[in-house]
């Protein structure tokens, strides 16, 4: 199934009076306050997040998993299921694919396809964390860390194989995340667990092509629930330094303890130019995985009020790739990552809104109240109408939840698919 222009265009004629007055109430507004409207509107447009192909069906969780039905089947389908998210959002510009489950047959096809629906090739995933059928040795105790070498060379070559078929598709990047570690004390040693690592991933390092990077992805917990080999950013940081300038941290919103100050890890990181990726989610208790902004929006807020400082401020830090990562049980997962998308773009709009010459005053006289009020009153202004006409510039939906439910996609995937079909992913 696809959309066309016309389509949108058309549902987009009901709302758009709606949202031209809503508009111009807002730029009014701003432009009071100093703000250059049409600047700000591009800048929310130019915003694509990467959606990674295995967010596309329903997840489960260790005790069952509900299919949703019409998941897409194949690789070619959830990249028709990306396009779909794009042309009802103008902000899903970018497919993040995971090797095994996405490996294409047919370069030439895939590639077209999603140049077609304007999509790129976002950071390849590597898949340490399972056992593949067939494979000669096993990831139980761990993959890039394993004290077995036969295991390590294993990771380390599906590594590489991952790269080569990235390489094929115009991607850029390769995401590491282990999921090394270990469940009780003693299990394991952990100097020799965290060099083994080291050397691993030098070696993958090497093998990178000259204008690729590397992420490398930290977790505190889960699958092992005693330690974590990369358990936090200083320890993906240090791997990161030992590896080289091509290779960086990457920050997953679910991956920290409780009230972990993220925003604060996201300065730390850009200040030192090692602030590669960033995955999008939201939790209440640990990686849970629900729609961004669900639970916590002014932390999301904070965080990129943080980002945007970074991308201003640290010209060494590369611009970084964004990534929904999120799992979903309950809704529909293009109606979920639709409503992600829409929570990412209004942090980021209403972070761009915060008066940072204001702040740095207020900081430097050690007006706590201002410095607070400065970042309120960006984050209580109503940026949607902003986001609403970024998608109106750019041919989207004004209202992608809205249309999506108009245009009854679910029920047209299900036919074209069944009910019973299953995503590959988790
Ligand atoms: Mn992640």
């Not at 950071?123 to 890039?144: I, P, R, V």
């Not at 194989?161 to 090394?180: F, M, P, Q, Y």
């Not at 939201?282 to 990129?304: N, R």
């Amino acid at each position: 199934m696809k959309l066309s222009k016309d389509q949108i265009a058309s549902l987009n004629k009901d709302a758009a009076g709606g949202q031209k007055s809503a508009y111009e109430f807002l730029s009014e507004a701003l432009e009071t306050s100093g703000h250059d409207v049409g600047d700000l509107t591009r800048q929310i447009a130019d915003f694509q997040i990467a959606i990674p192909s295995w967010a596309l069906g329903a997840g489960g969780t260790r005790f069952g998993r509900f299919s949703m039905p019409g998941e897409p089947r194949n690789l070619e389908e959830k990249l028709a299921d990306v396009g779909l998210l794009h042309a009802l959002t103008g902000a899903a510009g970018a497919i993040s694919l995971h090797i095994p489950w996405d490996t294409p047959e047919d370069y030439k096809a895939v590639r077209e396809q999603a140049e077609e629906a304007g999509l790129v090739f976002d950071a390849m995933n590597s898949n340490t964390f399972q056992d593949q059928k067939g494979a000669g040795e096993t990831y139980k105790f761990g993959s890039l860390s394993n004290s077995s070498e036969a295991s390590r060379q294993q990771a380390v070559e599906h590594n590489l194989e991952v790269i080569r078929i990235g390489e094929n598709l115009g991607s850029k990047s390769l995401t590491v995340w282990l999921a090394d570690g270990a469940n009780f004390p003693g299990q394991r040693n952990f100097q020799r667990a965290l060099d083994r690592t080291a050397d691993s991933l030098e070696k993958i390092y090497a093998a990178l092509p000259e204008d690729w990077k590397l992420f490398i992805e930290y977790k505190p917990y889960e699958p092992n629930f005693y330690s974590t080999v990369i358990q936090d950013w200083g320890t993906s940081f240090m791997l990161a330094n030992h590896c080289g300038p091509k290779a960086y941290t990457l920050v997953d919103l679910g991956h920290h303890l409780p009230n972990t100050n993220i925003e604060q890890i996201v300065a730390t990181l850009m200040y030192k130019g090692k602030l590669g990726g960033f995955h999008f989610n939201d939790s209440k208790y640990g990686d849970d995985d629900l729609t961004v902004g669900s639970i916590k929006p002014y932390a999301l807020f904070l965080i990129f009020n943080e980002l945007v400082y970074g991308i201003r401020n640290n010209p060494d830090n590369p611009y970084p790739a964004w990534m929904i990562d999120a799992s979903h049980n309950t809704k529909d997962p293009l109606e979920d990552l639709i409503q992600s998308l829409e929570a990412i773009r209004e942090a980021y709009a209403k972070a761009l809104l915060v008066d940072q010459k204001a702040l740095e005053s207020a900081q430097m006289e050690h007006d706590v109240v201002r410095c607070q009020e400065i970042l309120q009153d960006a984050y209580r202004t109503d940026v949607r109408p902003l986001l609403r006409q970024a998608r109106l510039l750019t041919g989207a939906a004004i209202d992608p939840i809205g249309a999506y439910r108009k245009l009854d996609v679910r029920r047209h995937l299900t036919d074209q698919r069944g009910r019973e079909t299953v995503a590959t992913g988790l």
